[in-house]
């Protein structure tokens, strides 16, 4: 099976040879840089390469952006081909123009790793992989502070649901332990019990498009709680579409 492939189609090409870097820092993708819209389209039409996403940026200076997203549709192995706009936001007019062409993710600057490699999952995801998540997920900054075995450490909350989190930390807790994560809430700390469902640590099984670190979901939260939670993976994930 080919490795999927993510183009990347920048203003220039310092920021083209950038972003890929930072891509394949990320050690789970293959990036590949395309100079103009119409090298995109012949990498798409390379047998060698089985595109799955185009990151695109929103200036990019491409007159008929409509025609340049359907001719690579039209190119692509895979014709389910989702794009992320990136760079500084648009405005009105620019998200209008990436709407009407068919781009319905964004990476607006200022953005970390953490967000790249999510929308990255995002755009690579399988429909019926959405389709089947009870809760949306979001991407943030938070650092939260762990708690199990009487031991604390802290933690990136990598993605955060309603029903639970990624926490990236090198030293994940075992599958099926207890313990409580403090998190830093908009309003406040907020402390939840919760049960890791699984752990992604370095060796053979490693998946490398997630950082090191575990799965958790909560337990007993109140419904208030749960609310609060949705509202702000909802906040989190209003700058990540277009």
Known sequence: MREPTIV?????????????????????????????AEHAVRITEDPRFDVRAVLLA????????SGAISALRAGAASRRLRFI????????????????????????????DARLRFQLNRALAAPEQESVRREQRAPTDWRARVVGSGREKEALVYSLSAGGAYLATPRPSMRGARLSVVLPMPSGNLALDGRVLYTNVPGNLLRL???VGMGIAFEAAPPEVERDLRHAVAQALLGLVV
């Open 85 to 112: 706009a990136t760079g500084p936001n648009p405005g009105l007019e620019g998200l209008a123009r990436l709407r009407h062409a068919g781009v319905d993710l964004s990476l607006w600057e200022p953005w970390d």
């Open 8 to 36: 990347v189609l920048e203003s220039t090409p310092e920021r083209a040879d950038a972003l890929v870097r930072r891509i394949r820092d990320l050690g789970a993708y293959r990036p590949v840089a395309a100079k103009t």
């Open 209 to 211: 498009e997630l950082p």
């Open 58 to 65: 929103a200036d990019t200076p491409v007159a008929d952006l």
